[in-house]
């Protein structure tokens, strides 16, 4: 048995000497960090404390994990969180067919084992007494929790979307994440030889639980800047000239800007990028914007309010569309989400287009979210025309998620 006693230690050598080791590491890697992400990434490698990373969509969670796996050359487990996803697929479970197959092959052991008993009750108390046989690590088919800590080389863990699993699984990850340690009743308590680095990410879908939260720690991945996102997309040979790459940084900025459903992401700056490279394209114009804007823009509203406001993005002198204003005055105390308006706590639905976050909503249950939520569902009065993109607009079409999640009819 290869349980280990000992606490689970830190990496045999630190993999990074300082936060600008991290972030000279991870741009070899590809990967673009600010120094506040190079900084948490440092601490999180020295005290060996599991990295919660929250933010919206295609803002690189998922990439840094990876990213780390590569730049630190540990091996990658990753466990994808779904809903209804029980502990079985996180842990661990017992091999059922490989237990049968050796019952079968060992059926003639079993009749020897059995012959002196009289009744059924014998047979059984003795078949017990053999359980052990048959409940040990031979038959234990390891998923990435229990494989990230029996591993004899340090790992990194990827808990991805663990906004999506039940909370059921979220405290079957607390023993791990405070202990690096799991424990399997019939055999034992497995100890993490080295602490592996563990990341979280969420799309924050619903709240996770205090007891989550404290034990990790925590980074709120925003939108970049304008100069981080064009260095990432010129790390990434889109095939764009340089010119129109820095045109497009800031005409996504001004989509972000805009109250749309969907923000575009990096991965979205970074395709429509290609896009336009594949096109020929070196003059950005409201025109080809407009034809390929669908790739940044994935709800139909998104697509038209995109388009309308193309042409003051890329001219600011150019007219605003009409269609952009909504008649009505925007006074005090008035949330103005487009699709969705909320007074004192309560949103009505404007919009009934269907979604795929119509799927994470039901599991949504409505009082998991803080006072402040309704003031965050949606952007504060939004105005008709585009503006510039401002720090904490990623937390804001971030709540928009929640929001979008919220606002759903029952
Ligand atoms: N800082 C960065 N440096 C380089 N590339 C980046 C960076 N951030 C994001 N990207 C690019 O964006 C893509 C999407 O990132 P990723 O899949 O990690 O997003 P995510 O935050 O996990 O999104 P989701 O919540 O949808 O899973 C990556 O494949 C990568 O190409
Ligand atoms: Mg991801």
């Known amino acids: 048995m290869t349980v280990q006693p000992v606490p689970s230690a830190a990496a045999p050598s630190p993999d990074f000497e300082s936060p600008d080791d991290v972030a000279r590491a991870f741009a070899e890697h590809g990967y673009i960090a600010d120094r506040r992400l190079a900084t948490t990434t440092f601490v999180m490698s020295r005290l060996a404390k599991p990295l919660l990373l929250e933010g919206p969509a295609g803002v690189g969670k998922t990439e840094l994990a990876k990213t780390l796996a590569a730049a630190t050359g540990r091996r990658l487990l990753r466990l994808q969180c779904y809903e209804g996803q029980d502990e079985t697929k996180a842990l661990y ?14 059926r003639d052991k079993a009749a020897e084992l059995l012959q002196d008993t009289d009744s059924l009750a014998d047979a059984v108390d003795k078949i017990a007494g053999a359980d052990s046989a048959f409940f040990n690590e031979r038959f234990l088919a390891p998923r990435p929790l ?34 690096y340690q799991v424990s399997v009743p019939e055999i034992g308590t497995f100890v993490a030889k080295y602490a592996p680095y563990v990341v979280l990410t969420s799309n924050n879908t619903r709240d996770l639980s205090a007891a989550l939260k404290r034990r990790c720690l925590h980074l709120f991945l925003e939108y970049p800047d304008a100069d981080r996102e064009l260095e990432i997309l010129r790390s990434k040979d ?11 940084v800031q005409i996504v900025r001004g989509l972000r800007g805009l109250d749309l459903r969907k923000a575009p992401s990096i991965s979205e700056t ?22 390929t804007v669908s790739v940044v ?4 509203r998104d697509v038209q309010r995109s388009r309308e406001a193309l042409p003051r ?3 600011p002198n150019a007219t605003v569309p009409a269609s952009l204003d909504h008649g ?34 039901a599991k949504d249950t409505p009082g998991r979210h803080d006072d402040s939520f309704g003031a ?18 990623g937390a804001r079409s971030f709540a928009a998620n929640r929001g979008g999640a919220r606002r759903r009819p029952v």
């Open 313 to 315: 993005l890329v001219d």
């Open 328 to 361: 009505h005055p925007h006074g005090p105390g008035h949330t103005h989400a487009h699709g969705s308006h909320t007074h004192g706590g309560h949103t009505h639905d404007h919009d009934h287009e269907d979604d795929g976050p119509r799927v994470r909503a």
């Open 146 to 179: 229990l494989e990230a800590v029996r591993s004899e080389e340090p790992v990194v863990l990827l808990v991805d979307e663990v906004d999506r699993a039940d909370e059921a699984l979220e405290a079957v990850l607390l023993e791990m994440l405070a202990e």
């Open 270 to 291: 970074i395709d429509w990028a290609r896009t336009l490279a594949v096109l020929g394209v070196s003059e950005l114009d409201a025109q080809v914007l407009g034809d």
């Open 238 to 248: 889109t095939g764009l000239d340089d010119a129109a790459a820095q045109r497009l």
């Open 93 to 106: 479970e017992w091999d059922y067919g490989k237990q049968l197959l050796y019952t079968q092959i060992l």
């Open 376 to 393: 965050r569902g949606g952007p504060a009065d939004a105005p008709a025309a585009p503006r510039e993109v401002r720090s904490g607009q």
């Open 297 to 300: 823009a994935k709800y139909e």
